[in-house]
């Protein structure tokens, strides 16, 4: 089942700048699918359709299989199923706090006090930013901004989450902290959308992968059929994950026999190469 469901849409910003064109999107259900690009590729544009933010110049978006209609009733529906963190935070954080600002959502879903408090609170501890409650989002760092502004989004409780870039801008530690925040919430039935340049972490989580490239969908599969399309990849100036890179280079320069499709994750090729080197 496809939750989220775009049939060939096109967008052109009012400037006449074409950002989307016939792209075709699926996220199924339950599952955390990556949309990968360089810049200006159309990512964001794309996103925003999901909720209804933008609506498409030609095409549809479907969710759960319905055609999103562009009424205030319908698009708030739309909006308590699918919850987005911007990719900057400035666009997203208003409140003179950070705890007025989580709240905001679930306040707006009509909940009773008690259940705002209890959603704030179990939002910005999942982010790690519970000691942050009276401090004004703009003073807070970029890492920070975009912690809260996800917490202000799972406060909501969303069955769809998309997130446009959230470990951008996030320390290591930050970054592999909010996918697992992703992972958790995926495996308690969550569906995840994400954008990102981080091809390392893609294959570690993504059930299937988008590629976007001047406003077309030019790639999609799972992280092995992508990243297995050497050439694709480079030509919409993205990169291998580094492991898959140092094993084309072991099979292509040092002539070791580790054919396509080369691992993408330590693990993979921590297999692979004690599987070589103990023959
Ligand atoms: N408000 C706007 N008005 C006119 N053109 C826009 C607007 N927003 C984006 N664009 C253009 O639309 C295209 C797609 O932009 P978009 O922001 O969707 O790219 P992106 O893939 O998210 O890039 P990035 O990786 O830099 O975030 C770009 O050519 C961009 O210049
Ligand atoms: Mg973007």
């Known amino acids: ?22 792209v075709n999107f699926k996220a199924e259900e339950g599952k955390i699918i990556a949309l990968l690009g360089p810049n ?32 205030k009733k319908a698009l708030m529906h739309v909006r308590q199923n699918v ?11 208003f409140a003179p706090t950070v705890v007025e600002d989580v709240a905001f959502g679930p306040m707006n879903l009509g909940l009773s006090k ?13 982010v790690g930013m519970e000691e942050f409650k009276k401090k004004a989002p703009h003073h807070l760092s970029g890492g920070q901004k975009k912690r809260v502004a996800i917490a202000g989004i799972l406060a909501m409780n969303p069955r769809i989450m998309v997130l446009d870039e959230p ?28 954008s990102t340049h981080d091809v390392d972490l893609v294959p570690l989580y993504a059930y299937s992968v988008y590629i976007i490239s001047k406003g077309k969908i030019i790639k999609e ?8 399309d050497v050439k694709t990849i480079r030509e919409a100036n993205l990169r291998l994950p580094r492991i898959a890179h140092l094993m084309e280079i072991l099979e292509k320069e040092d002539k070791l026999p ?6 993408l994750t330590i693990g993979e090729a921590r297999k692979k190469l004690k599987d070589h080197f103990e023959d």
């Open 114 to 126: 008690e259940e705002v408090e209890k959603r704030v609170d179990e939002s910005l501890k999942r």
């Open 40 to 71: 200006g590729a159309g990512k964001s544009t794309l996103f925003l359709h999901f909720n209804g933010i933008l609506r498409p110049t030609s095409g549809k978006v479907l969710l759960n299989g319905d055609e999103i209609k562009y009424d």
């Open 221 to 228: 599969g799972n992280p092995q059929e992508v990243f297995g």
């Open 258 to 263: 580790f054919d396509k499709p080369y691992p």
């Open 83 to 93: 919850g987005i963190v911007f990719q900057n935070p400035d666009d997203q954080l």
């Open 167 to 194: 470990t951008s801008g996030l320390d290591p530690k930050g970054a592999s902290q909010i996918l697992k925040i992703l992972y958790e919430l995926n495996k308690e039935g969550m569906t995840i959308i994400i």
């Open 1 to 22: 089942m496809n939750i989220i469901e775009t049939k060939d849409i096109a967008y052109s910003y009012p400037d006449g700048t074409k950002a989307l064109e016939k």
